[in-house]
């Protein structure tokens, strides 16, 4: 069976870009760059892709000034410290030679997508382009559940069936700049009946929704409430 990895991207904007996307080798994390290498490695992929186009830099390449999209900027980043690959214990025993070369010729840059849902559909292309049937995405901690949810979601249809049914999930070790695991909170439609049936998860859909000028003065305002009222 043909497997195929999604490494999602990370704005170039985000705070520590560098420690989310390639990790702290000192401490032996792997980010989700090296992390997706290592399972393309440990897999055999047969493709490896890189996004999204959801934000983009600018870069000098030869004298000339190149924009390059999230996932290209990615992927060449990837590509430009490949060797320091071998500063990570993860990698201490692997032929990063024969890796390079099995990477350049499987490593895809999608650059295309604007979102996590577009970021999975856009990748599912790639690999039923290729026969792949087997999909593993790998993302931070702090972002890989998010992930599942939407890949689910994106790959509803008949035509990705396949790959919905192979789906797996790997997390990086590096997490967004002072967050943990721990930190991300999940709301799911109530099912349970000893406990409450309050639709939660549509309120928070809603608050989602508010325009982000004024989600601060909406969060100010909730905070008090469950200060004074709830004490909680």
């Known amino acids: 069976m043909k497997t195929g990895v999604l490494v999602h991207g990370c704005h170039l904007d985000a705070y520590d870009w560098r420690g989310i996307v390639w990790g702290y080798p000192d401490a032996g994390?792997?980010?989700?760059?090296?992390?997706?290498?290592l399972v393309a490695h440990q897999e055999q992929a047969d493709v490896l892709v890189f996004g999204t186009g959801a934000s983009e830099r600018v870069v000098d390449r030869d004298g000339k000034r190149v924009v390059m999209k999230e996932g290209e900027y990615t992927l060449d980043y990837l590509l430009q410290h490949f060797d320091e690959l071998a500063d990570f214990p993860a990698f201490g025993k692997v032929d990063l030679e024969a890796l390079r070369r099995?990477?350049?010729?499987?490593?895809?840059?999608?650059?295309?997508s604007q979102n996590t849902r577009e970021e999975?559909?856009?990748?599912?292309?790639?690999?039923?382009?290729?026969?792949?049937?087997?999909?593993?995405?790998v993302s931070s901690p702090t972002h890989i559940s998010r992930c599942v949810r939407d890949a689910y979601s994106a790959l509803e249809s008949a035509r990705f069936a396949r790959l919905r049914h192979q789906l797996f999930a790997t997390?990086?070790?590096?997490?967004?700049?002072?967050?943990?695991a721990e930190d991300v909170v999940i709301f799911e439609p109530p099912h349970r009946a000893d406990r409450h049936s309050a639709?939660?998860?549509?309120?928070?859909?809603?608050?989602?929704?508010i325009p982000a000028s004024e989600l601060g003065g909406f969060l100010k305002r909730l905070d008090r409430l469950l200060q004074e009222e709830y004490r909680v």
Request: charged content about 25%; glycine content about 6%.
């Open 199 to 209: 639709p939660i998860h549509l309120n928070v859909s809603r608050i989602l929704r």
């Open 29 to 37: 994390e792997l980010g989700r760059a090296p992390k997706g290498v």
């Open 120 to 137: 999975v559909v856009e990748a599912a292309e790639h690999f039923l382009e290729r026969g792949v049937e087997r999909m593993i995405l």
């Open 102 to 112: 099995q990477i350049e010729s499987t490593a895809v840059a999608e650059s295309r």
């Open 171 to 180: 997390p990086s070790d590096s997490s967004y700049l002072g967050s943990r």
